[in-house]
């Protein structure tokens, strides 16, 4: 639902008021050139967030985008978002001139719960979109003790940031052709990995191209699709998802 007319948008924030939280900026932190650390706080006492669900931005009166909590405190009332900061549509635009101290409009957590607990070891793919999505879903793998692993494809300013934060992923930089430096190194992969991670689940997530790509390769390895999450964030040329 990226756009909506201004009338419905305003019918709906008002009469659906508990589909809507109003959330105040209080902190905007740089990660890196490209990566936006935002901090949302308001009353979020009663409302429930799962991995994997994204909050919608009304970023203008007829605009909306979606975005992933890395981090969701409903007993602390915050919760931060990390942006890539793209500069090639309104939303990133949006975000780099939001003052601190603005009140804004969002949707509360919407979306499937993606975690599966069940499984004990978890693969994730994902660019820089998904990093706030991987640091939710890598808490709740830590928390249960299970092994994990995966590829975060980003643009090479993140680099020194993803490394430092994130031990236990492989980095590569993004090419011009999404997916196929994380697909590269995915076939450097010895046959140990496969034989330990045949039973994983998959979270493919980010540039719906890349996703494409990683899955034909999981599927030629022989990982059943039951096994594959996938949830595009976005595709090029094509405007919110
Ligand atoms: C469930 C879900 C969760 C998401 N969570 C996050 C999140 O936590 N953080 C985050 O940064 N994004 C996230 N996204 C992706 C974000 O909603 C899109 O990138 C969105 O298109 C950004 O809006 P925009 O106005 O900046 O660009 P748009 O107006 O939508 O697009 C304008 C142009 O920019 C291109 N574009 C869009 N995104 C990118 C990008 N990242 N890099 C390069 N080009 C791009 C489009 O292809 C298009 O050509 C999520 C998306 C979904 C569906």
């Not at 409903?74 to 975000?95: A, C, M, N, R, T």
């Not at 939710?136 to 494809?153: Q, T, W």
């Not at 697909?183 to 996703?211: C, H, V």
Request: proline fraction near 4%.
């Amino acid at each position: 639902m990226p756009k909506i007319p201004k009338i419905i948008g305003n019918f709906l924030e008002h009469n659906f008021s508990k589909l809507f939280i109003k959330a105040t900026i209080t902190n905007k932190i740089y990660l890196s050139e490209s990566l936006l650390l935002v901090r949302f706080e308001g009353e979020f006492e009663r409302i429930n967030f799962e991995v994997g669900q994204a909050i919608l931005v009304r970023i203008d009166e007829t605009q909306y985008r979606n975005y992933s909590p890395s981090l969701w405190k409903s007993d602390l009332d915050f919760f931060e978002v990390i942006f890539h900061i793209h500069q090639k549509g309104p939303g990133s635009d949006y975000l780099i001139q939001l003052p601190i101290g603005e009140v804004i409009s969002l949707s509360v957590p919407r979306g499937s719960k993606v975690y599966k607990p069940e499984s004990t070891k978890h693969f994730f793919f994902g660019d820089d979109t998904c990093i706030g999505f991987y640091n939710s879903l890598k808490k709740e793998i830590e928390n249960d003790g299970h092994l994990y692993a995966g590829i975060l494809e980003i643009e090479a300013e993140s680099r020194v940031y993803v490394e430092e934060r994130y031990k236990h992923i492989k980095m590569v930089e993004k090419s011009i052709n999404p997916g196929e430096n994380a697909l590269k190194m995915l076939n450097s992969f010895f046959k140990q990995f496969w034989d330990d991670f045949n039973d994983a689940t998959f979270y493919l997530m980010g540039n719906a191209k890349s996703i494409q790509l990683i899955q034909r390769k999981l599927r030629n390895q022989g990982i059943p699709k039951s096994q594959i999450i996938t949830q595009p964030f976005w595709v090029e040329g094509k405007i919110g998802l």
